[in-house]
C-alpha cells in the first residue's frame, strides 16, 4: 500500500529507473497505474522528478495520459496516472507490421499530442514503441514522456557511455548537442517507419545502432507509397532545422490517414467484379435477342423520323404491307390469299362458295385497318377498274361472235 490509498497489484511494465503496477485508489475506488520510481542516488532526483511531474500535471490531449497524483516523499517517489488496459506498441511490432492506415492513424495521433508538449517547452526525450500505449479500441497515448528523462534519461555520460535504447534517439541525442522538439520529430519518424517494415532501421550494438545515424539517412523501402516516404525523409533529416514541426507532421499524417480510409480495401473491390459481370452479362443476352428479333423481348414503338427525299411514311408503309387472312387485298377487290407475286404469303383461306361472291352469303370483311392520306379509296378504285375490265372483255367477245356470224353467211 503506497501513501495508504494505492493498493499495489501486478507489474504492467519494468524499466531500469522505474516499475509500474495495476493498481486500486481506495479512496476513489477506480483503478489506476502507478509508477514507482528509483532514484539510484541522485540527490536532485526528487526535485527533477518534482519538476517533470507539475508539468505532465498541466497537460490536457486525448493522446496522452493523464496524471492523477504524485507523491515525493520518502526514497521511492510514484507517479499515479490512468490505467491504459491494452498493449504497447511494442507488443504489438512483435507481431509484424502494421497495416499503413492504422500507422497513419496512431503516428496523427502522436504527433498531435507532440505538438501540445512541445508548446508547454517540454520534449519528451524517449519516444519509442516500449512508451506508446494502444488500448482495447485502438487509440494510442503516448506515456513516460519527461519523467524518463528526469531519472536518468538517455544521454552521454561523462565516461562517453550511452545510456537507453540507442535505435530511436536522434542524431544530436548522440552528439550530446542540445535536444529540444525536433529529436521527439525525428524518434516519431523512426518509429512510423517500424511499423511499415516491421523491423527496427538501426540495428546492432548500442554504440553501432547509436552512431549509424551519423553516417547515413533511414533507408525507406520502395514500396512505401510516396506519400509516406516524403514525410518520412522530412522528419528523418539529419539536420534538426529541416525537419518540420509536430503540427505539421500531424497534419500530413492525418492527410495519409484520410486518403487511405477513402480506398476502398481489395476484398471490396473483388466483391464488385462479379456484380459487374453478371450486369454485362444481361445486357448482352439483351442485345442478341433484339437483334435476332425473339418474341421473348417486347418491342416498343419508337417515334420515327419524319421522311427524307420522298421516303414512304409508317403510314405509307403500312399500306403496302401484305394483308393477312381475312383482309381485302388492296387493288383486287377480293378477300383471301394474295395473288403470287404480291409480296408474302398469309395462311390459305378456303375459297366462298360458287355464286355466293356479292349477296347476302358472303362472309362479312373485317374493318379495314386505317390508312395515309390519299389511300382510303384504293380499295375501291380497284373495284371500279375490275368491273371496267369485265365489262370491256364482254364487248370484245360478242363483236367477235358478231364477225364469225357474218364471214359463215357471206361464205
Known amino acids: 500500500m503506497l501513501g495508504d490509498r494505492y493498493r499495489l497489484g501486478a507489474v504492467l511494465g519494468r524499466g531500469g529507473s522505474a516499475t509500474v503496477y495495476a493498481a486500486t485508489d481506495v479512496l476513489l475506488g477506480r483503478e489506476v497505474a502507478v509508477k514507482v520510481c528509483h532514484p539510484a542516488g541522485d540527490p536532485t532526483h526528487p526535485h527533477r522528478f518534482a519538476a517533470e511531474a507539475r508539468l505532465l500535471a498541466s497537460l490536457s490531449h486525448p493522446g496522452l495520459v493523464p496524471v492523477h497524483d504524485v507523491c515525493l516523499e520518502g526514497d521511492q517517489p510514484y507517479l499515479v496516472m490512468r490505467l491504459v488496459r491494452g498493449r504497447t506498441l511494442r507488443d504489438l511490432l512483435d507481431d509484424g507490421p502494421l497495416e499503413p492506415a492504422v500507422v497513419a492513424r496512431h503516428g496523427a495521433r502522436l504527433a498531435g499530442a507532440l505538438a501540445h508538449v512541445h508548446a508547454h517547452h517540454i520534449a519528451h526525450r524517449d519516444l519509442k514503441p516500449a512508451n506508446v500505449l494502444v488500448d482495447e479500441s ?8 519527461g519523467i524518463a528523462r528526469a531519472v536518468g534519461a538517455p544521454h552521454l555520460t561523462v565516461s562517453g557511455e550511452l545510456v537507453g535504447t540507442a535505435a530511436y534517439l536522434a542524431p544530436e541525442q548522440v552528439t550530446d548537442t542540445e535536444t529540444g522538439p525536433p529529436a521527439d520529430v525525428y524518434s516519431l519518424g523512426l518509429v512510423l517507419l517500424e511499423c511499415l517494415t516491421g523491423r527496427p532501421e538501426f540495428t546492432g550494438t548500442t554504440v553501432e545502432a547509436a552512431f549509424a545515424r ?4 533511414p533507408r525507406i523501402p520502395d514500396h512505401v507509397p510516396p506519400a509516406w516516404r516524403s514525410a518520412l525523409r522530412a522528419m528523418t533529416a539529419t539536420e534538426p532545422g529541416r525537419r518540420p514541426g509536430a503540427a505539421r507532421c500531424a497534419e500530413l499524417l492525418a492527410a495519409i490517414a484520410a486518403g487511405a480510409e477513402s480506398r476502398p480495401s481489395r476484398p471490396e473491390r473483388a466483391r464488385l467484379r462479379p456484380a459487374h459481370a453478371g450486369l454485362l452479362a444481361l445486357v448482352a443476352t439483351i442485345a442478341s435477342l433484339v437483334a435476332a428479333g425473339s418474341p421473348a423481348v417486347p418491342s416498343r414503338p419508337v417515334a420515327e423520323p419524319p421522311p427524307v427525299g420522298g421516303a414512304p411514311s409508317g403510314r405509307e408503309r403500312a399500306a403496302d404491307r401484305a394483308p393477312t387472312a381475312g383482309e381485302q387485298a388492296p387493288g383486287t377487290g377480293t378477300t383471301g390469299p394474295v395473288p403470287p407475286g404480291t409480296g408474302s404469303i398469309p395462311p390459305p383461306i378456303p375459297p366462298p362458295p360458287a355464286g355466293s361472291g356479292g349477296g347476302s352469303g358472303e362472309p362479312a370483311k373485317p374493318a379495314e385497318p386505317s390508312r395515309g392520306p390519299g389511300t382510303t379509296n384504293q380499295a375501291g378504285n380497284g373495284k371500279a377498274k375490275t368491273k371496267a375490265k369485265t365489262k370491256t372483255a364482254t364487248k ?16
Do not use: M, P, V
Request: net charge positive; aromatic share 8%.
Open 138 to 145: 485502438g487509440d494510442c497515448y503516448l506515456a513516460d514522456f
Open 214 to 217: 551519423l553516417t547515413r539517412e
Open 396 to 411: 370484245n367477245k360478242a363483236k367477235t361472235k358478231g364477225n364469225g356470224k357474218t364471214k359463215a353467211r357471206g361464205g
